[in-house]
Nanobody, 124 residues
Framework: QVHLVESGGGLVQAGGSLRLSCAAS????????LAWFRQAPGKEREFVAA????????KYADSVKGRFTISRDNAKNAVYLQMNSLKPEDTAGYYC?????????????????WGQGTQVTVSS
């Protein structure tokens, strides 16, 4: 069982930056592949970024590539999402997710555990 808690969301102007954090309770945190998803009102939950258990491998949605960076600290049981050059279309609830399967899955149903989400609002 994995319990995930996101933090770091907020209101930021376009062009600004935010760093999201996700704290996890897991006995073998490095065993889990992790990801960030986001969901805007009236839209489906969409993949943002994924990272392997070791942190070596990462994967990004085309819409955030070059602007967002996913990382993890297995010693702290935490995963992060650094978001730069934010755009109004990045406005959404952001969710941390974990799975016991292979790294890189991009569909929400592939993930076993979810946090409660943190809201990111980007003003124009």
């Amino acid at each position: 069982q994995v319990h995930l808690v996101e933090s770091g969301g907020g209101l930021v102007q376009a062009g600004g930056s935010l760093r999201l954090s996700c704290a996890a309770s897991a006995r073998t945190f490095s065993y889990y592949a992790l990801a960030w998803f986001r969901q805007a009102p009236g839209k489906e939950r969409e993949f943002v970024a994924a990272i392997s258990g070791s942190g070596i491998n990462t994967k990004y949605a085309d819409s955030v590539k070059g602007r967002f960076t996913i990382s993890r600290d297995n010693a702290k049981n935490a995963v992060y999402l650094q978001m730069n050059s934010l755009k109004p279309e990045d406005t959404a609830g952001y969710y941390c997710a974990a799975r016991t399967g292979a790294f890189g899955a991009t569909t929400p149903t592939s993930y076993d555990y979810w946090g409660q989400g943190t809201q990111v609002t980007v003003s124009s």
